[in-house]
């Protein structure tokens, strides 16, 4: 599972990587064409507005915790975003220790770079959205680890200093987590990219003009027209007479569908693939977890019966057979849904490679991987529910 979490963040950063040599984001003003260059505009996932929702298996196991901790990966990242949770290297690493006794869960989160405004933001949101299951009374503590890692560059974080326009970019940014009413309407979509001109003036306060650009749907333009009473609201600093430039709102949704990506550009919908290939990620781990406890608890009904032989433990064994079958299907569920996300993933790097070969050669070559190794993993779990279910014991009448 870690390792399609790194093949999945790869992918992601050389994706941005490109689309930031256009934007050509700086670390700071070091001439003049450097001091009206306006960075802080990373992608905003719509999770961190509207949390998806994972389906929590009703037994905790390691594996059920760590695909928890990796379904809130975005949120982490959106953590990081704000440089008040970031220390002053490029890279700041966080890792979260759960346990989960017959009490409680908690969680243990310590990293580097990371402030304590940062560790509290992470802290708050595993404690608010990875509960998983309480154990039965008396049972050992189950625990997993899970590391994050983000290396900050203007598209992933906010950075304050660079010019005045980047400043006022990036409270803008900053301020979309708090905007999560102007999204209403998108809670399990992507909303399109807009684009906004804005114009700063020495002499006020606030900016002196938002104006959007069409989108092109009437679900767009309210969005537009909702940010923009958000923007005209937030604080200004210019010491020129005036600045014009524009804002790119790029969005992502990690707990929409792979439908939901059709509309955007080929690039953005390969990113879009790729955070939705890690909530499949996370999925599939709670329901290999979920089949392992069930495994476990159907084989330790079978040893009592072989030891005792009494037909007494007939229901108990089927009703423990039966959980165990209705976790193999949930492995199968999980798996189409990230085989099918995979297919969708490298149909637009084939199509991406064909006018960029370069550029496209490593993601095709990695989501092609996945995509085959999911093909393997999809085929050996549908033969192991097959033999469960015939394994299953079935009550005869003579």
Known sequence: MLRRLAVASFALTAACAGTQKTDGAAQGPTSTEERVRITNQPPFDLVACFPREAKMPAQTSEAVILGALLSVRPQVQECLVDPKNRGPAPTTKVQVKTTVTDQATTHAVTGENLTPEGTACIQKLVDAQVQPALLAKGSAPVEATIPFEQTASGMNSVTFGINEGSDFTGAVRLGLPGWCDCYAGFKD??????????????????????????????????????????????????????????????????GASEEAAAKMAPELQFLQMDLVRTQRAADAAMADGARATAAKAFAEVVERYQKTKNYKLFDELESKCNALVAADARIVETLQARQQTEKAALTIAQEMKTKDAEGWTDAEAATQKNLDETVKELADAQKLAAQDKAACPKKTYK
Request: charged letters at 20%; glycine letters at 4%.
């Open 189 to 254: 979509a992507v909303p399109p990219t807009l684009t906004a001109k804005v114009k700063l003036v020495k002499a006020q306060q606030t900016p002196a003009e938002v104006t959007f650009e069409a989108s092109g749907t009437t679900e767009g333009d309210q969005v537009s027209a909702c940010l923009k009473q958000k923007m005209m609201a937030l604080p200004a600093k210019l010491s020129s007479d005036e600045l014009g430039f524009s804002y790119r709102f790029v969005h992502f949704n990690s």
